[in-house]
């Protein structure tokens, strides 16, 4: 089955820094690749997602790679602020077989004032 | 609750006692699933259902249980065979074969006393 690793698992940045979690998947029939952001007590809430034909989408001041070859993507947050502390989870899934997503261990963003 | 409703927030168990959570859903969805979130652990999938009357396994299904009677309802049993049943239990639904993401609950906090 399909197996996500997720690093790192803590980052701190400063304020306006950029922030980059990277993720790597196993299953090569894996097509949809969403991430979620957890603030402390919440649920986890689809913050993008993209799809295996696409190598990258961005969203305001986040964006999402994809290497289909190397089975890795990357989420990027640029100009960070104090609202993008949370856990971030990246996640993987193949919409063709079931529609069971697999997810990452998480990375629990900090941002320093 | 966006759709998704979980009940109840908090709940405590004796050891051996079975527990039921409820999750349920106004969105018409498909497919739901249910998730457990330990800390550093991620989300581990332990059922999940992509019709009424069928469920799947998934990684963890060891001391759980599921039906799938409604289309809006898909409850989970926490049995006394759960060695560790102490969690965060969230449950998610889709639309089947939609590469959408999922709509999650606000969560089950479960503490065995």
């Known amino acids: 089955g399909e197996n996500v690793e997720q690093h790192p698992s803590t980052l701190s940045v400063q304020e306006g820094d950029s922030a980059v979690i990277k993720c790597t998947y196993s299953d090569s029939a894996s097509n949809y690749f969403p991430w979620y952001k957890q603030e402390l007590g919440k649920r986890p809430q689809l913050i993008i997602d993209i799809r295996s034909n696409v190598g990258e989408k961005k969203d305001q001041r986040i964006a999402v790679t994809l290497n289909k070859t190397a089975k890795h993507f990357s989420l990027h947050i640029t100009e960070t602020q104090p609202e993008d502390s949370a856990v971030y989870f990246c996640a993987a899934s193949s919409m063709n077989r079931d529609d069971k997503i697999i997810f990452g261990k998480g990375t629990r963003l900090h941002i320093l004032p | 609750d966006g759709g998704i409703t979980q009940s109840p927030k908090y709940l405590f168990r004796k050891e051996g006692q079975n527990v039921t959570l409820s999750c349920e859903q106004n969105l018409n969805h498909d497919a739901m699933y249910w998730y457990r979130q330990d800390p550093g652990q991620g989300l581990r999938l332990i059922y999940y259902s992509q019709i009424v009357n069928d469920f799947q396994k998934g990684d963890i299904a060891e001391g759980y249980s599921v039906s799938r009677e409604k289309k809006e309802s898909f409850p989970l049993t926490v049995t006394s065979a759960q060695k560790n049943p102490t969690a965060f239990y969230l449950c998610?639904?889709?639309?089947?074969?939609?590469?959408?993401?999922?709509?999650f609950g606000s969560g089950t906090r479960l503490t065995v006393v």
């Open positions: 998610a639904s889709s639309i089947a074969g939609t590469s959408n993401g999922y709509t």
